[in-house]
């Protein structure tokens, strides 16, 4: 319902009853303090912030009156691990895009995405001939059943330049280490991610069911993320009697190393920090696999940022904003880049994707001479520097 001018309230039960609803209620404990709009990264970067206390009182009244704060909002948690009332806050405003998308209320180029999901399985509205294309040079087999593992590539690795470097590293790295392990090819399928976090979760679920059903038949017992988004999806969004285990490959690789498998003959002499991907970190609780990895590397070392695991700062690409745009200069990756080059590393790691096309969008601007790698093409630079050819 709208505010009228003169600033009176009309309470509508109908539209109360069907936020509760939607959000089961869950920004009922919020008791207006304040604490979610000043930790938001948003206060860092626009004048007038989003007001995230104001869209929870909202949510609580049944107020419709759109801001646009539901869009902004990168779900990154940030303002959640501060609220001392506990609101699922990103989970609330998922449920708010799930309504914005039934009153037909959604920021031009998302209904484009979905219909990419739709017709090409993949959100960069990219041919599904050519999800393997990555793989050409990096003599990757189909899974069959007695691997290790699926390594589960997922879209962005698959269609964005950038991140097909990536994903041929971490083919490598599985190579050098010894493990049996395929991809799904051309037919691998979308984990659904664009569809969950931008509130389509009806769809999300036709698309968690089709991609299931292809991993039983393809026996699938363990699969590998290059994604923390994909990983997120399988291992909090799919029902758990899916039948398969989902890792994250920073968590796949800290076990190599713990068995061996994974060894640094040579030094490898950079000076890293470690950007933790929200839903690596904040999500799902993984900050230690990515720094073990790193930390097995003779000669590397490891240096934090202000803001890391639980208080990290999101680089922006998170709940579906990677699908809307952001102005330069007003992005959280510009803040994160600064905060790394304050640590005077040579490189930035992450291992995200987003994360990946975000932070190195906002160092190009930076001037700074530092570079972004992900923890794969670390892992595989410092093998190649020991002789082995990942
Ligand atoms: S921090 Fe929590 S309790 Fe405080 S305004 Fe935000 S949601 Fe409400
Ligand atoms: S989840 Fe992140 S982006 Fe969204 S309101 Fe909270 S701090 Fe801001």
Redesign the pocket.
Known sequence: MKRPKDDVITLDDALWERVMAATDGAMAPCFQCGV?TA????SELQNEP?N?RALMRRAQLGIEEPDGAVW?????????AQCPRGVP??SV?LALRRLAWQDQSVPKGLPGVMWALHWDGNPWRRPPSQRAAWARTADVKRFEPTDEILYYVGCTPSYDNRSQKVARALAGVFRAAGVTFGTLGEDEPCCGDAAFSLGQHDYFRQMAATTARRFSESGVKTLVTVSPHCYDMFRNHYPATDGFLPLHYTQYLAQLVADGRLRFEQPYPITATFHDPCYLGRENGVYDAPRQVLEAIPGLKLVEMPRNHEAAL?CGGG?GRMWMETKAGERFSDLRVREAAGTEADVLVTACPHCIACLEDSLKLSGSAMRVMDVAEVVAAALAAGGASP
Not at 39 to 42: D, H, K, L, S, Y
């Open positions: 979610c930790t938001c990264p948003w989003v995230v902004w909002c990168t779900t990154c948690r940030a303002c959640e806050i990103a405003v999101c709940g």
